[in-house]
């Protein structure tokens, strides 16, 4: 019966989102104002330069519609979008690259137009969620970016480094609102509840209207649907008298809601939320057992919980992530004692602050020291030395660690084989340490260039003599540029060539600057001036065709943009920007580079007939799927290079884009997994020398 009714509404949403009006535009990549209601919170992606907003299509051009699409907008005002809030947009529509059930990925141009407002549920939802963050705005700043994530889910103003210990530490799980908060939460009101003298019969309405409540004000995502649909059901249990049983809820929950909405069966955010709850509910007892025999019930406790949700959850992580984290577990529990009495204080300051925004700034301040404690943990644990370790991605690296641990079961049981193993481990740590001591450090001798993992953009280091280098493009954050140019020694900058003015190409100038001097920028002749805001103070000169920079034994030749192109205008969209991307020829003794920015089809084939053959290809916009395969196999490179950021919301680098260079006989190299990339020059020709 559950495969029956999931295959006819994935079929028929399917069908939904497959046809129609809203598809035929997708695939004709056409230009269209139309309107949509928001369904989700907006949500910064890619190094926050674009708003992410999950809505639904509901009026296109001569047609009323109903189907779910991504909105992609630049202009900051789409952040205030509240759910339920229908807007009209102008946009080019385009067919989603992922497997999703949606209808069509638009690029937004502009503001939003508000058509109506919020529903009355969602403003006073909204309301409850800025009181919170008037009431956390004396806290300090990383404080009042943690505690509203903890309390509601709230992350918008959250420290991106922050965000990063704690990925890093294996607590980015607190910061998504799961069946830990709600548990809180219910297990709060019941407590209240018997304290004002209600029975059993009589306090589950009430913890019934708290998980309502939560789930409207901290926004029905994955997580939160599954805690609390399974929440419910305990309640339900409570109510009738029956004992309550976590594996039967827990599965109830998880089919009810991919009947409702089949796209969580794919949701990475749900799969962790139920796999977690699994481990708590299958190993954590079992474990907690064994570990009271001796340790003090607490800490037994405690070990069990973090111990079993981390393995639960460390398949579903390796392929996302490509790496295993060593400290979660430890980190998890020093941050454990310090969640209640955030979560708790923090929602009730919540509560106090839709009456009295003082008064709550006196309740949440006791929430902020013990959110100063959890990032203090993040902290400690992210900068320690192999706090993770890198492992295969993808579902290669899952099945490898489920083979991996089944092997560690057979070890633990055998006495025999625990001493193998531990003289094995003792053999690696003394090959590791010798390997340490006598590895040359970084960067290799003799690098030509180096792809910089700046994350979701573009930084190139071309070699220009000693301390000195060529760099293209920035990146979009100033920090991750800086560290790469300080690793390879670059003091001095003769040449910044940003190709096209887009945020993850240029938004990482002063990084480039800092310390060291830049003597003069290029950039593209159809530029629309937004790199002047980075650029002050330094000689600026237009790309054009043809032309020649010589700096030391380093060439670079512009292939593109042509002289002739007129100049970009502040409304033109992102593919027309893409493809006004500066084109170079990199060449030095024993090397070649093509480098090719964010161009596109259009612009790459128009190229093809000029593209020389080459060391080393730069592929285009981070690996997307728009790609003229004429360009890349004209490069004719035996290393190709992607510059790409781990988990990015585009869905960078493309399958077929990955599969079309490894057809080409290209070696395919990715920042995304293997950090700064080197490229060296040896007897057997170019090489790529990953940092990682």
């Known amino acids: ?82 759910p339920s809030q229908r807007v009209r947009l102008t946009g080019r529509f385009a067919v989603p690259e992922r497997a999703e059930l949606l209808a069509a990925v638009v690029i937004v141009r ?51 480094a922050v965000a990063d210990d704690f990925k890093k530490a294996g607590l980015t799980h607190l910061l998504v609102v799961s069946g830990a908060n709600l548990a809180i939460v219910v297990g709060a009101v019941l407590w209240l509840c018997r304290v004002a003298g209600l029975g059993r019969r009589r306090a589950p309405p009430f913890a019934v209207l708290a998980v309502c409540a939560f789930v409207v004000i901290a926004r029905p995502e994955p997580s939160v649907l599954r805690a609390a649909v399974m929440g419910l059901i305990g309640l339900l249990a409570l109510f009738t008298g029956r004992q309550r049983q976590g594996l039967p809820a827990l599965g109830a929950a998880v089919i009810l809601l991919v009947l409702i909405d089949p796209a969580l069966a794919r949701s990475y955010g749900f799969t962790l939320s139920v796999l977690a709850t699994a481990g708590l509910l299958v190993l954590a007892p079992a474990w907690r057992a064994r570990l009271a025999r001796r340790l003090p019930g607490p800490v037994a406790d405690a070990l069990a919980v973090a111990g079993a949700a981390q393995v639960a959850v460390a ?17 998890n529990l020093l941050a454990a004692p310090a969640v209640a009495p955030a979560t708790l204080l923090g929602a009730a ?70 001493l193998v193993a531990a003289a094995a481990m003792c053999g690696v740590l003394i090959a590791v340490v010798a390997l340490r001591v006598l590895a040359p450090g970084w960067p290799p001798a003799g690098w030509r260039m180096v792809a910089c993992d ?102 670079l030749s512009v292939l593109a943009p042509s002289s002739a192109a007129p100049a970009l ?59 003229a395969p004429g360009f890349l196999a004209a490069a004719r490179a ?28 290209t070696q395919v190299h990715r920042t995304d997994q293997e950090g700064d990339i080197a490229m060296v020059r040896t007897a057997m020709g170019v090489v790529a020398v990953p940092r990682r």
Not at 26 to 49: C, F, H, L, N, Q
Not at 114 to 134: C, K, N
Not at 315 to 331: H, Q, T
Request: glycine share 14%.
């Open 569 to 627: 205008l502040p409304g033109d969209d992102g593919t027309t920007i893409n493809n006004a991307s500066i084109v170079l020829v990199a060449r030095a003794p024993g090397f070649s580079a093509l480098l090719t920015g964010d161009v596109e089809s259009d612009a790459q084939r128009a190229l093809e007939g000029g593209v020389p053959p080459v060391d080393v290809l730069k592929v285009p916009h981070h690996g997307s799927r728009d790609q």
């Open 110 to 160: 502009g503001p939003p137009a508000a058509v109506s407002p919020p529903s009355t549920i969602q403003r006073a939802a909204e309301r409850v969620r800025a009181r919170l963050r008037a009431a956390v705005a004396g806290l300090p700043p990383d404080q009042r970016g943690v505690l509203p994530g903890m309390v509601v889910g709230d992350t918008s103003r959250m420290n991106p």
């Open 349 to 418: 300051g919540a509560v106090v602050a839709l009456v009295s925004v003082p008064a709550a700034r006196i309740v949440v301040w006791p929430a902020g020291l013990a959110v100063g404690w959890i990032i203090r943990v993040a902290d400690i644990a992210a900068g320690l030395p192999y706090a993770t370790l890198p492992w295969p991605g993808g579902g290669l690296g899952a099945v490898s660690l489920l083979l991996a641990g089944g092997v560690a079961v057979l070890i633990l049981r055998s006495a025999r084989l625990r």
């Open 1 to 82: 019966m559950c495969a029956a009714a999931s295959s006819v509404g994935v079929g028929l949403r399917g069908t939904a989102v497959g046809t129609g009006p809203v598809r035929e535009l997708a695939r004709e990549r056409a230009t269209a104002t139309a309107e949509a209601v928001v369904t989700a919170d907006p949500r910064y992606g890619a190094g926050r330069r674009v708003l992410l907003v999950r809505a639904r299509m509901e009026g296109v051009p001569g047609a009323k519609v109903r189907v779910p699409v991504l909105l992609i907008a630049g202009d900051p005002r789409w952040a205030r979008l509240v």
């Open 454 to 555: 700046v994350g979701q953009g573009d930084a190139l280091a071309l070699a220009a003599g000693p301390g000195r280098a060529v760099v293209v493009d920035a990146g979009p954050d100033p920090a991750p540029v800086d560290g790469c140019l300080s690793r390879l020694g670059v003091t001095d900058v003769p040449l910044l060539v940003l190709t096209h003015p887009h945020a993850d190409h240029i938004g990482g100038t002063a990084g480039v600057r800092r310390g060291r001097t830049v003597h003069a920028v290029l950039t593209t002749a159809r530029t629309s001036g937004r790199e002047q805001r980075h650029t002050g103070g330094l000689g600026t000169h237009p790309a054009l065709g043809g032309q020649v920079w010589r700096i030391g034994d380093l060439a």
């Open 315 to 331: 398949p579903v992580l390796v392929m996302l992530s490509g790496e295993i984290g060593v400290v979660s577990v430890f980190a």
């Open 638 to 665: 035996t290393v190709s290079l992607i510059s790409v950021g781990a988990d990015n919301d585009y869905g960078h680098p493309a399958p077929s884009t990955v599969a079309l260079l490894r057809r080409l006989n």
